[in-house]
């Protein structure tokens, strides 16, 4: 089994300041980075080869630890893209985020064990679950869908044949992940108002992910929350180091 985590992202202000590095990846929190966490992870849920797209600090950090490293570009979008293309030849490919500080191989290895064969799957985290592992927890994570809080993780599972399909509309994809109301809107008006109107249902994104690239999804409910706290501004990342 084969993975790639994406590791580009940057930081600046108080943030970069506070951590002492622009790449977010490399932020420490009690003692290791989160990208070492996310590499530790993968390893003991029983991934035998994992690359990191990133640049010369991802490299200087974790080479030693990793099978591949792609060079990183600029752009958001491209980097997905050669996340998805790290591995040409592989069956599966598990895709994951560097900045999911609480990440562990049992959270990791639950996913992947209950993922469909041939599915192209999502974690997903119950909002009341996500909400009592970690109380108090800064901005406001999780969408609402047809009357349910859910919050969407950072580890993917994606089968053979999928990549090129993900490919082909992965920046449209990429530029709308953190807009729910994006993603509906680039395939159809329908979707689009079913999300307005708070009726799109985790299942209309299921079939939704189906129509377009023709291959099964699922969005994996009930996975540990530890997958879906994610690190995008200072606070989160001072809870993280605040809290076990």
């Known amino acids: 089994m084969r993975a790639v985590i994406t590791a580009g992202g940057r930081i600046d202000g108080a943030f970069a300041r506070a951590v002492g590095t622009r790449v977010k990846a490399l932020a420490l929190v009690h003692g290791k980075t989160m990208l070492a966490r996310m590499?530790?992870?993968?390893?003991?849920?029983?991934?035998?080869?994992?690359?990191?797209?990133?640049?010369?600090?991802?490299?200087?950090?974790?080479?030693?630890?990793?099978?591949?490293i792609v060079d990183e570009s600029p752009s958001g979008s491209e980097n997905l893209l050669r996340a998805l293309r790290a591995w040409p030849d592989r069956e599966r490919l598990i895709y994951a985020t560097s900045d999911?500080?609480?990440?562990?191989?049992?959270?990791?290895?639950?996913f992947l064990n209950r993922v469909g064969h041939g599915t192209l799957a999502v974690?997903?985290?119950?909002?009341?679950?996500?909400?009592?592992?970690f109380p108090g927890a800064p901005s406001s994570f999780g969408i609402t869908l047809s009357g349910e809080r859910v919050v969407n993780g950072g580890v993917f599972s994606i089968p053979q044949g999928a990549t090129e399909k993900l490919a082909a509309m992965a920046t449209r994809f990429f530029e709308a992940r953190k807009r729910p109301w994006r993603m509906a809107s680039l395939v159809g008006p329908g979707v689009l108002f079913r999300f307005i109107s708070g009726r799109l249902r985790v299942s209309d994104l299921e079939a939704m992910a189906l129509h377009v690239l023709q291959v099964p999804a699922q969005a994996l409910?009930?996975?540990?929350?530890?997958?879906?706290?994610?690190?995008?501004?200072?606070?989160?990342?001072?809870?993280?180091?605040?809290?076990?």
Not at 39 to 51: K, N, P, T, Y
Not at 102 to 108: G, R
């Open 39 to 68: 590499i530790e992870a993968l390893r003991m849920a029983g991934v035998d080869e994992i690359a990191v797209v990133g640049g010369d600090e991802v490299r200087q950090a974790c080479a030693h630890a990793v099978d591949r």
């Open 221 to 244: 409910r009930g996975c540990a929350p530890e997958l879906a706290y994610d690190v995008d501004l200072l606070a989160e990342y001072e809870y993280a180091c605040a809290h076990a």
């Open 123 to 133: 974690a997903l985290a119950e909002f009341a679950a996500f909400e009592a592992r």
């Open 100 to 110: 999911l500080p609480y990440v562990t191989s049992a959270a990791i290895g639950d």
